[in-house]
């Protein structure tokens, strides 16, 4: 099966260069990156390109199946490719010489466009894929010239010593180069970590950081807004079990010394602060519900804590807005942007730079050190996470990374109701059995939540107590099941006493409606 010329021992060593190569191509963008600037190196402008042009379908496809994981799983895929695509460059460059040169190249052409395409990317941006490509195809060409500089022995024979001994000089220059290439590649990692604000510089900073105490704390709701039913989501949503959706495929870094906030645009005057004058303003402490559009009748992607923050109307009270400004544009450190009526964030709720979630610093990947929280409003034009930027402007003159791609402008939460006991296909036994869930419709509460079996009458839950109605609710029924299959379904009705609509619609453009149902077998 050998193709003439080059055994497959040969072949394997030509593979391994290949992915050689590769190592030294990734671990020089490292390097680099340190030096340039977070996520320039070629893997990163790369995964990160195809984050922000995955079609719509297949990101909702993404997060549904593989859930906070996603971002991990399109490494794997990426990582997968690449050392595909090394193997190819190896064998390329030694069948057909300068072939896999070539393929490095187009490689490195595709990272760059990619580089010079992130948002507010600058000429040096191109640094590191193009250091990474040239160091990375200089190791391809000495490694496969190694394997080449060889008459190709006489298979199965040890007839040709002078051959022989040619080709083991040529494998072992061949192992020494890859050895140093090898060196070469995991120096550059290890130094890149190094120079570059490490995670654990950052953990070990929002490790050492003590929260001040609020100037009005939340109120502590009354434990009757709880119920204690197993199986039941918690009235409060623990920090590791909150929903995380974001672009980012790697959770941009930030050090609380390094971060600075600037509200201009539209202002009569610009407003510059860093995280210590942040801890010196009087900060307040709110329950809120956070809510993603993309959340399906019945979904998850909702979560309640409760924020530590400075409120963004009196960050915007400093820089007085201009009268014809009517959105905030809040730009995060990795080039997301979010579009905020102005007026959601003046009008008296609890809009907020939070820096607290759940009496801790923000987590990393929920936007450490420093986000936007405003009630009411889907996160995705408003919950801004590594917020760097606030710029006063209009709806006319701007648009974000979701609006971009045609979501809507103006999207409040809708209201929505969820039976989270039982769940689908239980089997339960017949008699009493608890029906439960909850159900939110921020800035207007939720009045009225109900059950209807199968096509019977609707029947009113029993609702826990409202901590406000930035806040979900959570309601269950007794229910006396017949053996047999059936249908629950919840509906809510609001604080202004607009019901929800059974009418379904999907999460694109502006969030989903629909009622809630699940199928239970009982016995
Ligand atoms: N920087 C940044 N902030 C972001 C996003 C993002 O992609 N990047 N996604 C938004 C969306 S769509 C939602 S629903 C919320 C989710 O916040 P969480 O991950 O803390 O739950 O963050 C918002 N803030
Ligand atoms: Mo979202």
Same mark, same amino acid.
């Given at each position: 099966m050998d193709s003439p010329g080059h055994p497959w021992r040969t072949r394997g060593f030509a593979a391994l260069a290949g992915i050689v190569a590769g190592g030294v191509t990734l671990g020089i963008g490292e390097l680099a990156e340190a030096l340039v600037g977070p996520r320039t190196s070629p893997f990163a402008v790369v995964g990160n390109t195809i984050v922000d042009r995955t079609p719509e379908w297949l990101k909702s496809f993404a997060i549904s199946t593989f859930g906070a994981n996603d971002k991990l799983v399109l490494q794997i895929c990426l990582g997968v490719v690449l050392l595909g695509l090394s193997v190819l460059a190896g064998l390329f460059q030694l069948r057909r010489p300068p072939a896999g040169l070539v393929l490095v190249a187009v490689l490195g052409g595709a990272a760059s466009a990619a580089a010079m395409n $992130? +948002?507010?990317?600058?000429?040096? #941006?191109l640094i590191p894929s193009l250091a990474g490509v040239l160091l990375g195809g200089t190791a391809l060409w000495l490694l496969v010239r190694e394997l080449r500089t060889r008459p190709a022995p006489a298979r199965g024979t040890r007839a040709s010593a002078s051959a022989g001994s040619t080709a083991d000089l040529g494998r072992r220059r061949f192992l020494g180069l890859a050895a140093a290439a090898v060196g070469v590649a995991v120096l550059t990692a290890v130094g890149s970590r190094q120079l570059g604000q490490t995670v654990d510089d950052v953990l070990a900073a929002r490790g050492r950081l003590r929260l001040p105490e609020p100037e009005r704390p939340a109120v502590d709701p009354s434990p009757r807004v709880r119920l204690d039913i197993p199986?039941?989501? +918690?009235?409060t949503t623990a920090n590791d079990e909150f929903y995380r959706v974001d672009t980012a495929l790697e959770v941009p870094v930030v050090h609380p010394d390094e971060w600075t906030l600037r509200v201009h645009g539209m202002v009569e005057r610009v407003v510059d602060i860093d995280f210590a004058d942040l801890l010196t303003m009087p900060l307040v402490e709110r329950m809120i519900t956070l809510t993603c559009v993309s959340n399906e009748v019945g979904g998850e992607l909702a979560g309640n804590a409760v924020w530590l923050g400075y409120p963004l109307a009196s960050l915007l009270e400093q820089a $007085?807005?201009?009268? #014809?400004a009517d959105m905030v544009l809040s730009t995060s450190v990795d080039g997301f942007t979010a579009g905020t009526p102005l007026a959601a964030l003046l009008d008296g709720r609890d809009a907020l730079l939070a820096i607290g979630m759940n009496g801790e610093p923000l987590p990393l990947d929920h936007g450490f050190p420093v986000r936007m929280v405003v009630p009411g409003l889907y996160g995705y034009v408003s919950a801004t996470k590594w917020v760097v930027d606030l710029e006063v402007t209009r709806f006319d003159r701007a648009s974000a990374y979701w609006t971009d791609r045609d979501w809507a402008e103006r999207a409040p939460i809708k209201i929505a109701s969820r039976i989270d006991v039982p769940g689908s296909f239980a089997e339960l036994s017949a008699g009493r059995n608890v029906v439960a869930g909850v159900a939110w419709a921020q800035r207007r509460g939720i009045s009225e939540v109900e059950i209807q079996v199968d096509s019977g009458p609707w029947q009113p839950a029993r609702l826990a107590a409202e901590a406000s109605v930035d806040v979900w609710r959570q309601w269950s029924l007794d229910w006396d099941a017949t053996p047999g299959r059936h249908t629950l379904r919840v509906r809510a009705t609001d604080g202004d006493g607009e019901p929800q609509t059974d009418e379904k619609a999907s999460p694109f453009p502006d969030g989903a409606s629909g009622w809630h149902s699940v199928v239970v077998e009982v016995v």
């Open positions: $992130r +948002p507010a990317s600058s000429p040096e #941006d199986g039941l989501t +918690p009235f $007085r807005p201009d009268a #014809d």
